[in-house]
């Protein structure tokens, strides 16, 4: 797979000449610096050269030199240099510069965000919205820098468990060192869960700085059990802190800027994050043991709430800080030996994928071959709970597939609840189903509200398809 | 591909002003036949529309003014080389004296002409062929350049 150090998009309103030329510029200007480039045009003929998130992924930096709009919340998260087309052109060698540059002329994505909102002139007066989806975008960097550490650390932690759900206790009859190095490996990546989610907040608010004193927040929320909340609290605290700090700091003489960026902005965003954190973690830890508690006394009450609950949870952003707070919940139970709540959470967030299969598999003739394609991709992606796997589903047409996803996933984690069902493993969807008590209850369960789901999906599908095709006649 | 696109030069133009010259491209082509003879004032403000979007002068003289209109039967070029500068708002602030007007009918969107098109506009990016065009006293040899950096044969 092809890897590019910077990636850009370019656009114009005609989208004959301009896109192109600007495209030319940067490629060129590229070369020149000797970097890999790759631009993404958005001209008359349509989108070409187009650049998969793969690619957004594995990009440093992200240009945009488009006097239109080129989807640039793919670019969520990415540092982001964002002009009119026409300076793409003229300025191409100086953007390459500042690209590089790293912290030159960067925006931050809220910039990115209020500018391109402005240009549409279509939500200038919707304010709260629009802090709103900044929140939420900040929110996403932090959840998708932290997943790879969830699914690593609760992969290996689930594999240790293959030898018994003691099996890294020393204490056990069951324990065996492999098991216990596993166990230990996984526990660790788990850990940095909150940390990181915390540092990442802070970093898509204030980049750097905003990192140090998210992550140095996130980990006092880690070790104070002020958990999630905290991680949210003090990744937005020592985000919103760094900016507060850097206008404050704006009229010192620009020679001191190093000295800004690696001295003062970090040291003073991680004294007062740190501090206040410490000295917050106790009613946060308060109030976040009740919210769990809250959750987790449903379990014997009433598990048909409690489903429902968590269900509607885990499908209603499949991945995003919605799913994840129902998550983390699910894991902070299981240190304490609350197995059951987790198998509820675990069916939940493995039966959205699993729903897209289906709908695609009993509706075949209403979906694209891309849709069903993707539809048994996720066979896999779900089987070992990787809840992102209905994303694209959702994104193409929330307002009826949410829905189906939140009632399949709330039956699947209602049926668990009154199964009993035992998931010890952080992660891993079907792959620890040797450690599950009650596992072919679980799979039972989940199968039940995977197909439930799909139906409604596939029907819905069915109704907007046939409605479209008389709207034409 | 190359009867898809229709391609003029002219040499030696003396327009005045960027109207002026803008007026000149949409009398072309009516005489040419890829603008409907009524659609006259049409086009014109289409070019105008499009300079008012953002101007279409870019750097070291050159300018790409382009419509979109469903009163465009055929896609054409129209190379105008002037004798003397005119002003262009362009984006180096230098007048312009070299002006590639660009016809798009609006029904073959997504067609190979519009690769043409885009594919001019990016030659005008790259400082060899800049060179050649500069030097350039002939329809032969301007058509040699874009046939060097196009696809057009």
């Known amino acids: ?473 | 591909m190359s009867e898809e696109v229709k391609i003029k030069t002219e040499f030696n133009v003396t327009a005045g002003s960027k109207e002026n010259l803008i007026q000149k491209i949409v009398d072309k082509g009516i005489e040419i036949s890829a603008i409907q003879s009524d659609s006259k004032d049409e086009i014109y403000q289409a070019f105008l529309k499009r300079e008012e979007q953002g101007t279409t002068g870019l750097v070291d003289g050159y300018a790409i003014p382009h419509a979109e209109s469903t009163a465009i039967n055929h896609p054409a070029l129209l190379i105008y080389k002037l004798k003397e500068s005119i002003e262009w708002e362009s984006m180096d602030g230098k007048p312009v004296n070299f002006v590639f007007g660009i016809l798009v009918p609006t029904k073959q969107k997504g067609t190979a002409h519009l690769k043409i098109l885009s594919e001019i506009a990016k030659m005008l990016m790259k400082k060899d062929a800049k060179d050649q065009l500069a030097s350039a006293d002939s329809e032969e040899s301007i058509m040699r350049t874009i046939k060097n950096y196009t696809s057009i044969d």
């Open chain 1, 1 to 473: 797979m092809s890897e590019y150090k910077i990636v850009g998009a370019t656009g114009c309103p005609t989208g004959i000449a301009h896109t192109y030329m600007a495209q030319e510029a940067l490629e060129q200007a590229a070369e020149t610096a000797g970097v890999s480039i790759k631009v993404e045009t958005h001209g008359q003929i349509g989108v070409e050269n187009q650049l998969s998130a793969e690619e957004i992924k594995n990009a440093d930096v992200v240009i945009i030199a488009s006097d239109k709009d080129v989807q640039s919340e793919r670019f969520t998260g990415k540092r982001v240099i964002d002009v009119s087309v026409g300076k793409g052109i003229r300025d191409a060698d100086k953007l390459i510069e500042q690209a590089l540059a790293g912290d030159g002329k960067v925006l931050r994505s809220s910039d990115i965000d209020e500018e391109t909102e402005n240009e549409s002139e279509s939500y200038t007066d919707e304010e709260s919205s629009n802090f709103g989806r900044t929140v939420y975008k900040h929110l996403m960097n932090g959840v998708s820098h932290m997943l790879p550490f969830v699914v690593s650390g609760g992969v290996l932690t689930a594999l240790s468990f293959l030898w018994g759900i003691h099996s890294a206790d020393p204490a056990s009859a069951d324990y065996n060192q492999v098991a216990a190095i596993l166990n230990t490996v996984g526990g660790v990546s788990m850990g940095l869960m909150v940390p990181v989610f915390a540092g990442f907040i802070g970093d898509s608010i204030s980049q750097r700085p905003g990192l140090v004193a998210g992550f140095v927040g996130g980990m006092i929320a880690h070790t104070t059990e002020a958990g999630f909340l905290g991680g949210i609290l003090a990744g937005f605290l020592g985000g919103y802190l760094i900016l507060f700090l850097q206008k404050l700091l704006k009229g010192m003489p620009k020679s001191l800027d190093g000295l800004k960026a690696i001295f003062i902005l970090p040291v003073i965003g991680v004294l007062i994050t740190g501090v206040t954190m410490a000295l917050l973690a106790g009613p946060v830890e308060t109030i976040n043991i009740a919210m769990m508690n809250f959750l987790s006394g449903f379990q014997g009450s009433n598990p048909i709430v409690l489903g429902i609950i968590v269900g509607i949870m885990s499908a209603a952003d499949m991945g995003g800080p919605i799913n994840k707070a129902a998550y983390v919940t699910g894991t902070v139970l299981l240190g304490q030996g609350n197995y059951y709540f987790m198998a509820g959470v675990s069916a939940a967030c493995i039966a959205p994928p699993l729903i897209t299969t289906f709908a695609t598999q009993f509706y075949k003739k209403y979906y694209s071959k891309e849709d069903i394609n993707s539809g048994l991709v996720n066979i896999i992606l779900g089987s070992t709970h990787i809840t992102e796997g209905a994303i694209p589903f959702a994104a193409k047409d929330p307002i009826r597939v949410l829905p189906s996803l939140m009632l399949g996933s709330s039956i699947a984690a209602t049926l668990t609840y009154m199964f009993g069902v035992q998931v010890p493993a952080p992660h891993g969807g079907f792959l620890v189903l040797p450690v599950v008590t009650g596992a072919i209850q679980w799979v039972l369960a989940i199968l039940i509200g995977s197909v439930i789901g799909g139906l409604v999906m596939g029907y819905l599908q069915k109704r907007t398809v046939e409605s479209q095709a008389s709207g034409t006649n």
